[in-house]
RNA sequence: CGGGGUGUAGCUUAGCCUGGUAGAGCGCCUGGUUUGGGACCAGGAGGUCGCAGGUUCGAAUCCUGUCGCCCCGACCA
């Protein structure tokens, strides 16, 4: 039981100027952290006991999925990184943690550096320490802070350059037990967000700079969130944007129209879908091919959508390129043979079509009958273009962004769209990692294989901001019960009437006996000042014991959700208290 | 890193265009009156106007540079 007059809940009744987004604010509002810097929050008692217990119920439910708490260095050799697989990508957003030096020595390599993650730590332990099947399957996980020196900080927690995670990693003999593993931290993640009281989705995500075979990120549904949601309730598919399909085309759709003849036709000036789309021209946007040049790993390649489309340029990872960007207007003239806005891939039209590394065409295009494409020569476009007849055409993938709307993959039904917060990614990784370093194990016949691995990460504070965005209203936030920094708050009105003072304290016990955290506002503050604090800092169960109510013999229960207040007669009130929170707890 | 914005008291900000005494609200301190949804009255403390240079008799204000912070984009838990 604590006592706000001596605890320290520094609320503000206006919100700083450089917080935008509602649980940004509110996070600073309601006492929970301050800024020390861009991306570097101090947790103020409010916030530590929050991130105290979504860690605690974190803990559990990856202990009962079998995994195994330890912790790991923050500093890490910088050889451990030097040449990795990562290190190009990562490298930027490491923070290195030399000695700051004399500050006459020059620029020189790091020796050391901040932790961003603990694949390249863990990996090598357990290739030492694990040599035998019979050791396996480990799971293991920690909870602990990560560094990551990110771009751009971002709306307070949610995207730090300090924040606590979560990571656990799997070591399995065999793929199927690779499946299992993946299988049982999904559920514990599913496990984990529903005893938050979060509403969390799992959706099918792109492995990224992690590589690995397939993951799947958790996302809480919010306006603020940075990344789109496509899913059908029913058909119960469910993707982020980079990994989004849609069953648009139908398999083995050949080319349909009656095949006009190729016409080459001038166009000034025109370099755009839109420009193309107007008058005198008229083409629709769905009528035309539009054809990106991109460079993959330093050669060129294109990619061909519909006119209607956009590139969804994590699709593109499926070509085995580690650096795709797009071309310029320098690198792709003396390819093709025009300038953007003029180009094309009908046969026998590409300047000099050995440079390409590929012409990669999404199966949509196959949808475009006599279409209209540009002619590789600046000033013209082609009409009457067909996919299979005319069209130069290395590979058909999945490289269009999904829009709202169409069809699921898995049903056919309308694909929604939701923003979310990512909170939480699992990923099978596979073997990437164990074969860097040769990390295996030795079977029952002697032989000797690889680790299969599994990696996992919840952002344990950027759950606590998405918490509160999802989760608040005008007044403030709404904790649910499980992660309230206080469950209750006994609210006394007059702390200088011994009687109601008396009456506090028993309540406070009661609700502590029913298993409740309790706050007792015990300062010599009017009234009205308590109950806005109190709701902005969203603890869910509230009890009034003040003047008026002790006359009427009653003191109030208010739920921080609800409407109204529920009045209890003195004499049951102690009993009622200690019933309710039971309940709840 | 590219684009945009912004720095004035603990917080929110006015003043800047058109140079001349730095102002308000909230919060804080003292006294009084109040006391069930951010009270009122009186008094008070608190500001190197982000930093450095320049122009000027004189700079919060104009110019140059620099740093911090915020927003949009690429990246991530």
Redesign the pocket.
Known sequence: MKFWSRYFIP???????????AS?RLLI?AGLVR?L????YTYLPLGHRVMQKISRICREEMERAGAIELSMPHIHPAELWADGPRWG?VRE?MFRADSAGDGKRGPREPEFVLG??HEEVITPLIKSEITSYRDLPKSFFQIGT?F?N????????????E???M?AYSFDADDEGAVRSYLAMKGAYEAFFKRIGTQAISVE??T???GGSFSH??MVPAD????DLYYNEESGYAANR?KARSALVPEGLADTAPLGALEEFPTPGIVTIAALEAPPYGVPADGQFKTLVMMGDGRPFAVVLRGCDELE??KLGSLGFNLVRPATPEEIEPVMGAKPGSLGTVRGTIRDLPKLAGIFADHAIRLVGNGTTGANRDGFHIRNVNVARDLEVTKFGDFRRVKAGEPDPLGGRPLMVKRG?????I?KLGTKYSERIDAGYTDDKKERHLFIMG?Y???????LQAVIEQSHDA??IIWPWAIAPFQVLV?L??P?DTEATLIAARLAAAAGRGGADVLVDDR?????????????IGIPL?I?????????G???L?WRGAKE?LKIALNESEATVEAVVREKA
């Not at 990110?150 to 350059?161: D, F, N």
């Not at 603020?224 to 990344?227: E, K, Q, R, T």
């Not at 917060?421 to 990614?425: R, S």
């Not at 990460?457 to 759950?463: K, L, N, Q, V």
């Open positions: 609320t503000l009744k206006e919100s700083p100027s450089d917080a935008e987004i940004h509002r800024k810097g861009g991306g570097l990508p957003i961003p993650t990560k990551r990110e771009i751009r900080p971002r709306y307070g927690l949610m995207r730090a350059r924040f606590v995670m990571d995500a792109d990224g700079v992690m990120e958790f603020v969130g940075d990344n980079e340029e994590a917060i990512e909170v939480g990614h990923f990696c990460g919840i952002g344990i504070s950027r759950t007044d403030g609210c009105l007059d200088q010599a503050e009017r009234p009205g000042v308590k109950f806005k604090d109190a709701d902005l509230r009034t014991v003040g003047g008026r109510g002790i006359k009427e009653v003191v109030e208010k207040s």
